[in-house]
């Protein structure tokens, strides 16, 4: 097997996204802007619900790597689906984009194909209803080795740590990672996950993690202040590459002693689904192909500003393009 630059282990979701106003979201009982888990039943209303949708398959790593992969890196995913409509698509989509997926769709699983409903208002925002069902379920049997181990870099969804075998599998991954020579990394996903799971997100960035990112909500959380300074200083202290992005303003980076700003440019999103993901794969993406600390936190801002322009998780110009136009390769 030919080794990898970059390997993400997440949840595999499909994504279903609609355009929705608030009116529309007030009579359904969602709350506009977040991400909530939902229910089997109340996630098969909502899909019955949805006019004009469009699936594409998603999940925050997973988009992380299709971003990736249409810049030309050489790219695997760790994830769960089952042997369904869904499972397959995901599989055949994922194939499709570049990106190799080791884990064949699980047949006879009780548990369906994980979805996510996404509600995109007029100004941008997204409101994220999503059924977890098989993708949660990864654990370390899940975990190639051969995989995990043949990577430069591993990065990690901190949506996973919702359940002990996810965390199981994180630890065998970024261990056959380091064991290969590679650097392993974690998205810290969203606030209320790091509330949930703070002392095993602590330890894990204190022993297992060359990289973290995350944003100014989850950073204070993690650390359980609101001087952001003092919790990134406590990050830093604790992993050796720390990325804070700040919606809106410059996205700060650390490494070691180096400290690096990427300016941010206001703009009104046509959709913000996928913004941190493709920040992700810019930044990643830069740090794999050997760029300075600053170069690839342009790389991640420039990635971020192409998605929010258009409705979807995923790129749609050439983002090496667009990097080349910035003057950064």
């Not at 469009?54 to 050489?74: D, H, I, Y």
């Not at 042997?83 to 369906?112: C, W």
């Not at 790091?194 to 650390?223: A, C, K, P």
């Not at 993406?285 to 998780?313: N, P």
Request: aromatic letters at 8%; glycine letters at 10%.
């Amino acid at each position: 097997m030919s080794r990898y630059q970059v390997v993400g282990i997440g949840n595999a979701i499909v994504d279903v996204l609609a355009q929705a106003d608030d009116v529309f979201l007030d009579l359904m009982g969602i709350e506009k802007g977040i991400m909530q888990l939902v229910e089997r039943e109340r996630a098969e209303t909502l899909y019955a619900a949805m006019k004009n949708h469009s699936e594409v398959p998603g999940g925050s790593v997973a988009n992380s790597l299709a971003g990736l992969g249409a810049l030309g890196l050489k790219t695997a995913f760790i994830g769960r689906v089952r042997d369904d409509a869904l499972g397959r698509f995901y599989e055949k989509a994922l194939a499709k984009d570049g990106t190799d997926f080791p884990n064949a769709p699980v047949a006879g699983a009780d548990l369906p194909t994980s979805r996510s409903m996404i509600f995109v208002s007029p100004d941008g925002e997204r409101s994220m209803n999503t059924y977890l069902g098989i993708s949660s379920e990864v654990g370390p049997e899940d975990v190639s080795e051969a995989v995990a181990g043949q990577t430069d870099w591993l990065f990690l969804e901190g949506y996973l740590f919702d359940k002990d075998k996810g965390k199981q599998a994180f630890l065998k991954a970024a261990n056959a990672c380091h064991a290969g020579g590679g650097k392993a990394g974690i998205a810290l996903s969203d606030p209320f996950c790091v509330d949930r799971h703070r002392d095993d997100f602590i330890r894990l960035i204190n022993e297992q993690m060359d990289f973290v990112i995350g944003n100014v909500h989850e950073w204070t959380s993690l650390y359980q202040t609101d001087d952001l300074d003092a919790a990134l200083a406590k990050a830093r202290a604790a992993c050796e590459t720390v990325v804070c992005t700040r919606s809106g303003e410059s996205v700060l980076v650390f490494h070691g002693d180096e400290r690096a700003e990427a300016p941010v440019s206001r703009v009104t999103p046509v959709d913000a689904t996928g913004a941190g993901d493709q920040f992700a794969a810019g930044f990643l993406y830069g740090m794999a192909t050997g760029q300075s600390l600053e170069r690839a936190a342009k790389m991640g801002v420039i990635a971020a500003r192409e998605v929010i322009g258009h409705v979807g998780a995923r790129p749609q110009s050439d983002v090496k393009a667009l990097f080349r136009s910035a003057g950064l390769i």
